[in-house]
């Protein structure tokens, strides 16, 4: 068994801005950017949404991408965020990585603007591979500037981050690489707001998580990498260590294919898992980056698996989601990077607009951002449709 | 010390008869065409009910599962990892025409809610009540690769003691008609297909072993070479070797063959479809189980390559 997984490299953009330093700000200052759409054109402009504030042009500038090289607004947002994370983790150019993302929608941006053209014309017949989620993965390997060996692309709707960053580590554990690249990157689409909105569980306005009187969730969009290597090769390289990750839990609720379980079976036995890969008992986690995407039903069964693994002792919670929306298979890279800087930057962000405790749900998340917080260990949950229930653990760089 | 990984029982679903063995198939016309596969009766392994709500890809891949749990004489797995290059497309293409032809406010959820590629593994693990691991794959024309890769590592740790491995990938006339657009596509017989594996660290009752999977966007002939030095072999073990080739195409695919080698293009039986290496696993194993020896599964989509090596020498 090869040593702890050392993260040595973040890299995010999301609703909240790009980087880690404007990600850390907003959480402090408690500034929500959730607004009606402004760039993706739908019926529903009025719904809330966490969009990235540029446009897919604005974003191939930022990314100096020649705007000939067609590319979905999924890959130009992971590869900002991979781009990031390799500079940070000041990983030598032609180094050998795994790239795993974790995605659903891939290319579904491009598919539902152009699938009339698509069919009626030859014109547009270079976007058609864009639509595949495995395409959309290697579109960021190729704007990379380490040496991509192995791409992989999961796709467990919401949980598909989480579960592309335990893919990674266990990449690592079993010594297959040395250094791997694993988060995950996810556009709002037509077809996903239209999902949600026709299941009836978007918030026509700011979500609110854990509250009583919750609604639905907001949509989001982004992307977060983090580099992952054993403590061993990152401390052979010179390389910083900016936390651990010391474990990840996998669990299907098995229950229904949109619906979670009133029990939590699936989100308890993920938080168990995790737990026991990590080697830690439920009171040394500090804080729990929860999933509370905001809807009556997910919060309440989490709530309910939470008070299963904590017991009278309940860790502080807080949903980032808040802040960000849901930014669905990429949600679990968004709350990684936002785990590993509260560890960093000790604090824990807010559960914005928590105002109501929901009777049947004892608990109230963290209110306001809390600074000079000494965290040791945080867990974050991620679980997605069809019960695909994750949890991963991050630990202090310090222990 | 890693636990090693056995195949102990599969069954297939694609163009040849379905859940028939290797030696029973027949090679599939060669001509660009829609190539669906024949689907066996879902009675014995779906309720009635169920399946009248369920895609095609769902019946099947609950079928396949069902059948290779069923010979492996298991209920529920430790852990279901599936595989997918497309995932539930036809219902994708139900709730996105709906909504580019009739608008965004009238749309019913149901084509939605099934439309995500974990659909397959979740209704498998609903279906079987499985709490255990469950992860999906969906790249392109390694999902398989992917998957294998995510079952192995369960195994080879000693976190589960056996994993139902399900691949599937579903025909439409949509997709049918804008991947015959490409060019490397063009001119196939496309095909779908679902596939199951029961893998297992215990070696009773196995047909073969697993022995080593690599896959490499750019440097197959060095990974080759790794992949042969770590496991002390030569091309001289290798008896057989499987491509995903195209018929009479291995040589340009695969330059660095042996060209004495006996070669197999397994999509002669099953067509052109994203998983198709899981079909090429399962005729590999079948020939295993008949002749006995070691077969190499090269697969090669523009630069990116695999290599699995699979042996009926269980030690």
Redesign the interface.
């Known amino acids: 068994m090869h040593g702890r997984i050392a993260i040595t490299g973040a890299g995010i953009i999301s609703a909240l801005g790009t980087g880690l330093d404007e990600t850390c700000r907003i959480l402090m200052d408690e500034i929500c950017p959730i607004t009606p759409l402004r760039h993706l054109v739908?019926?529903?402009s009025n719904l809330p949404c966490g969009e990235v504030d540029f446009s897919d042009s604005q974003l191939y500038e930022l990314c100096h991408e020649d705007k000939e090289r067609p590319l979905s607004r999924s890959s130009l947002l992971g590869i900002i965020a991979a781009r990031q994370a390799e500079q940070d983790a000041a990983l030598q150019p032609g180094t050998r990585v795994a790239l795993i993302n974790g995605t659903?929608v891939?290319g579904m941006d491009i598919?539902?603007r152009n699938?009339?053209n698509?069919?009626k014309s030859?014109d547009f017949?270079s976007l058609?591979?864009l639509h595949?989620?495995?395409?959309s993965?290697?579109a960021i390997?190729d704007s990379l500037s380490v040496?991509?060996?192995?791409?992989?692309?999961?796709?467990?709707?919401c949980s598909a981050a989480a579960?592309a960053l335990a893919?990674g580590a266990?990449?690592i554990?079993?010594g297959r690489f040395d250094v791997v690249l694993a988060g995950g990157s996810e556009c709002i689409t037509?077809?996903?707001l239209?999902?949600f909105?026709?299941?009836m569980i978007l918030d026509e306005n700011l979500c609110r998580p854990f509250d009583a009187s919750r609604k639905g969730l907001n949509l989001g969009e982004g992307a977060g990498f983090l580099v992952l290597e054993t403590r061993e090769h990152a401390m052979a390289r010179g390389a910083r260590v900016r936390a651990f990750l010391d474990g990840w839990g996998?669990?299907?609720?098995?229950?229904?294919?949109?619906a979670s379980s009133p029990d939590g079976?699936?989100a308890y036995?993920a938080m168990v898992k995790a737990l026991q890969v990590a080697g830690l008992k439920p009171s040394d986690i500090d804080y729990v980056n929860a999933h509370g995407t905001a809807t009556e039903n997910n919060d309440l069964s989490e709530g309910v698996a939470l008070r299963r693994v904590f017991g009278s002792r309940m860790p502080l919670v807080s949903s980032t989601k808040s802040f960000t929306g849901h930014a669905t298979s990429a949600a679990g890279a968004l709350e990684a990077v936002i785990s590993v800087l509260c560890l960093q930057r000790r604090f824990v962000p807010a559960n914005l607009r928590f105002e109501n405790r929901d009777p049947q749900l004892d608990f109230s998340p963290v209110v306001h951002t809390l600074k000079d917080m000494p965290l040791k260990h945080v867990l974050s949950n991620s679980f997605?449709?069809?019960?695909?229930d994750s949890s991963l653990v991050f630990s202090s760089s310090t222990l | 010390m890693r636990e090693k990984v056995y195949i102990i029982s599969s069954a297939q679903i694609s163009a040849q008869e379905p859940f028939c063995s290797v030696d029973r198939f027949v090679p599939v016309p060669w001509e660009e065409s829609m190539l669906p596969c024949k689907d066996p009766d879902f009675r014995p392994f779906i309720s009635p009910m169920a399946a009248r709500r369920m895609n095609p890809i769902l019946k099947r891949s609950i079928a396949v599962s069902r059948q290779a749990l069923q010979d492996a004489s298991i209920q529920c797995p430790d852990a279901i990892v599936t595989g997918t290059g497309n995932g539930c497309v036809a219902d994708t293409e139900v709730f996105l025409t709906k909504m580019l032809e009739e608008g965004e406010t009238m749309l019913n959820p149901s084509k939605f809610i099934c439309s995500t590629p974990n659909t397959i593994g979740s209704q498998i693990a609903i279906t079987l009540g499985c709490r255990g691991f469950n992860s999906t794959h969906v790249n392109d024309r390694f999902a398989f690769e992917g998957a294998l890769l995510d079952s192995m590592m369960l195994l080879e740790s000693g976190n589960c003691k056996n994993v139902l491995l399900c691949t599937s990938d579903q025909l439409t006339q949509v997709f049918y008609s804008l991947v015959d657009r490409e060019t490397i596509w063009k001119g196939l017989p496309v095909s779908e297909g679902s596939v199951a594996f029961v893998l297992s660290s215990d070696p009773q009752g196995a047909v073969c072993l697993v022995e080593d999977l690599v896959q490499t966007r750019s440097k197959p002939i060095w990974e080759l070479d790794r992949l042969f030095s770590r496991r002390g072999l030569t091309w001289n073990d290798i008896d057989i070797v499987l491509t995903s080739s195209f018929p009479g195409k291995s040589a340009s695919d695969f330059p660095f063959l042996p060209s004495d080698k006996p070669v197999l293009e397994y999509k002669q039986y099953c067509g052109q479809y994203l998983s198709a290496s899981a079909f090429g696993m399962f005729a590999g194993s079948g020939i295993l189980r008949g002749k006995g020896g070691r077969a190499l599964l090269a697969g090669r989509s523009k630069d990116t390559y695999s290599f699995i090596l699979i042996s009926s020498n269980l030690s």
Not at chain 1, 147 to 157: E, F, G, I, P
Request: some cysteine; glycine content about 10%; aromatic content about 10%.
């Open positions: 739908s019926t529903h659903t891939g598919t539902e699938l009339e698509f069919l030859s017949d058609i591979p595949l989620d495995g395409v993965t290697d390997a040496d991509v060996a192995y791409t992989d692309t999961l796709s467990t709707a579960n893919f266990e990449l554990r079993s037509r077809f996903h239209n999902g909105n026709s299941l996998n669990s299907c609720d098995a229950f229904h294919q949109t079976e699936g036995l997605g449709f069809g019960g695909n």
